[in-house]
């Protein structure tokens, strides 16, 4: 286990070692001095218990007190005021010394037996009693002490702040920086104009931090471009780490992962898709078509690439999704109109050779028919009459589709162009048992070439009359729209089903091709073409010129 040391600030860890160093060393001195002092106020006692003991001594050796002893005894009693001189006869009674001190807790200095008295003389001193007076005698000393510590605790502590207190507040930018790196202002003013060291190190730290705001301010300014490149990217990014999460996801790819209805023929999903990728590890993985329920489809590409570190070491995935959608439906019309220019082609090359013997081939069933009595045989004559204007208008078509000019568009009144189409086709539609109506609301014109215009409501006229060979209802209709204008030609003929429609959309058959030369003369118009039909509902065709016209 390991263990926390407690943590200290720099003043601490300067003011405590000093403290620590400066309070020993006062008492040392003062253990120096009390013992040095001690020792020589005992030194001097036993030298005074040495001479008080020869002093006693002496005075034995003298006749008249060896006489008398009690002499001697009251000499001593009344010049000898202290209390560690003891006198003992040979039957061990003090004779002289202070009553109640018990001696024998006492410590001896100095000791003689006088032989003829039998008396025992000791000097014996309290050693508690002489530090009591030593510490007494020294009291100014130890005050003396006590304030130069205090001394030294107060110059310690100032020492201690002048030394860290320019460390402490580089800490506490250091601190702030970390925290609030976008600051501009360091408050170091105090301290970059001193000369010390402390001034150095503040001077050097300054330059650092305006080299580290540079260099962050270049590094924030390309991160932010970068991020900025990625996000408005025309294809999605996706980059995935190491263990698969990913980490980078610009604004494309968001709504493109987003699209959760949008599934493939196995049911799998853009995100399905993509980690599928990844799990694989596919270098060129396959494109994807994917299909809402509502029809709409979309197709996408994918790329892969690694991400590397300098030492070769891949440390994540980088995935690029590329909706091809508007791509894949652009080369779809460039072949077809590629096809379209092939036949037109084509057409111009054989129209001419064929319409000559199919106008032969007519004039000789007619003429024929004229002949003939029997009703089944004039009726087969009738059918191969119409069977060679079938193939008459199909050439027609063919030859329409080789024809490219420039067009010459004008404010077209789209009350005239109704007019004059009512007052051409009023005649067909009543032999064939058709209502035909054509309405404008109030007074509208249409900005495009009146010869194509014409051209692409005739076609579909016509489309909208072999619809409906028992006869039926037929309403070519013009109305404003907020965004501008739209044409719509509604029948009540036989309709088609979604897979009908679909192919007639896209060149199909004799009505497709019809169809093909109207989509190529609206593209080249601003109008756009949209069909709605159903088995046995009839067929609605609306036609939208988006700010090309308006009320007159």
């Not at 494309?252 to 699209?259: D, E, I, K």
């Amino acid at each position: 286990m390991k263990i926390r040391r407690p943590r200290m600030d720099i003043e601490n860890k300067i003011l405590i070692p000093f403290v620590c160093i400066s309070l020993a060393t006062v008492i040392c001195f003062c253990a120096i001095l009390y013992f040095t002092e001690y020792r020589v106020k005992v030194a001097a006692e036993r030298e005074n218990a040495s001479t008080l003991i020869g002093y006693i001594q002496a005075d034995l050796e003298l006749e008249d007190y060896r006489q008398d002893p009690k002499k001697l005894l009251t000499k001593y009693r009344n010049h000898y005021t202290g209390d560690s001189l003891f006198i003992y006869d040979e039957q061990g009674e003090l004779l002289l010394g202070k009553p109640g001190v018990d001696a024998e807790d006492l410590e001896v200095l100095a000791q003689a037996t006088d032989p003829q008295l039998g008396w025992e003389i000791s000097y014996r001193l309290d050693k508690s009693a002489l530090r009591e007076r030593f510490i007494e005698e020294q009291k100014y000393m130890i005050l003396a002490a006590v304030a130069m510590l205090v001394i030294i605790v107060q110059a310690s502590v100032l020492i201690a702040h002048n030394i860290s207190d320019p460390i402490r507040r580089l800490s506490e930018v250091c601190q702030s920086v970390s925290e609030s790196p976008e600051q501009e202002e360091l408050d170091m003013e105090e301290y970059l104009g001193k000369a010390d060291e402390v001034g150095q190190l503040a001077r050097a730290f300054a330059r650092m931090m305006e080299s580290i705001r540079t260099y962050t301010g270049e590094l924030i300014r390309v991160k932010t471009l970068n991020e900025s490149i990625v996000e408005n990217l025309p294809f999605g990014v996706v980059a995935y780490d190491q263990e698969g999460k990913a980490f980078c996801v610009n604004a494309s790819a968001s709504a493109m992962l987003g699209r959760q209805e949008e599934r493939d023929e196995q049911g799998r999903t853009l995100e399905m898709l993509l980690g599928q990728i990844m799990r694989r590890e596919d270098v060129l993985p396959d494109p994807a078509h994917l299909t809402e329920p509502t029809g709409k489809s979309r197709d996408y590409e994918f790329g892969v690439w690694q991400l590397r570190e300098p030492d070769g070491s891949r440390w994540g995935v980088l995935c690029t999704i590329d909706d091809i959608t508007y791509k894949k439906r652009m080369e779809e019309r460039s072949s077809e109109e590629e096809k379209l220019a092939y036949t037109g082609k084509l057409a111009a090359d054989v129209a001419h050779e064929i319409r000559n013997p199919l106008a032969g081939i007519r004039a000789g069933i007619q003429v024929v028919s004229r002949k003939l009595t029997q009703e089944r045989d004039q009726k087969l004559c009738e059918g191969m009459v119409r069977e060679v204007d079938r193939v008459n208008l199909l050439i027609e078509n063919l030859l329409n589709l080789s024809r490219r000019r420039e067009s010459q568009k004008t404010t077209v009144s789209l009350n005239a162009l109704f007019d004059e189409l009512q007052l051409l086709y009023f005649k067909v539609a009543e032999n064939k048992g058709i209502a035909f109506t054509a309405q404008v609301e109030g007074s509208l014109w249409l900005y495009a070439d009146e010869g194509e215009l014409r051209q692409v409501l005739i076609n579909l006229i016509n489309n909208a009359v072999k619809a409906m060979p028992d006869g039926g209802q037929l309403e070519i209709r013009a109305e404003k729209e907020p965004e501008g204008v739209c044409l719509t030609v509604t029948d009540t003929g036989v309709g088609m089903g979604p897979e009908k429609l679909e192919q007639v959309l896209h060149g199909a058959g004799t009505g497709g091709l019809g169809l093909s030369i109207v989509r190529r003369l609206l593209g080249e118009n601003g109008g756009q073409l949209s069909m709605e039909s159903g088995r046995g509902e009839g067929t609605r065709a609306r036609i939208a010129f988006p700010g090309k016209g308006g009320e007159a």
